[in-house]
């Protein structure tokens, strides 16, 4: 089984760029897409990014598009998430997830591993 943790959360102000680690033990995660996501206080959870088992295919939704980037490094068995111009709505735990397959998928029931989160808030 995988352990997921998250990290490079905190609180920044708006305009800053912060880049979250996902760094998995246990066992190699080389052979799953990994994905991000994030909790709001009083929202649901939302998909930020995905990406393929090699790294050659990433998946971000037009809400994301631009300012958050997935990327993955197998040798050292870690997921980023960069995130660019924050804003106070980007508030949230982020969490890390590891895929049930080895492509990059948005759809929720497609990971069966999860992350305890990262907080980042975002000052105005």
């Known amino acids: 089984q995988v352990r997921l943790v998250e990290s490079g959360g905190g609180l920044v102000q708006a305009g800053d760029s912060l880049r979250l680690s996902c760094a998995a033990s246990?066992?190699?995660?080389?052979?799953?897409?990994m994905g991000w996501f994030r909790r709001a206080p009083g929202k649901e959870r939302e998909f930020l990014a995905a990406i393929s088992y090699d790294g050659a295919a990433t998946y971000h939704p037009d809400s994301a598009q631009g300012r958050f980037t997935i990327s993955r490094d197998n040798a050292k068995n870690t997921v980023y998430l960069q995130i660019n111009n924050l804003k106070p709505e980007d508030t949230a735990v982020y969490f890390c997830?590891?895929?049930?397959?080895?492509?990059?998928?948005?759809?929720?029931?497609?990971?069966?591993?999860w992350g305890q989160g990262t907080q980042v808030t975002v000052s105005s």
């Open positions: 246990g066992r190699p995660i080389s052979t799953y897409a």
């Open positions: 997830a590891e895929g049930s397959f080895s492509w990059a998928t948005m759809n929720v029931e497609h990971y069966d591993f």
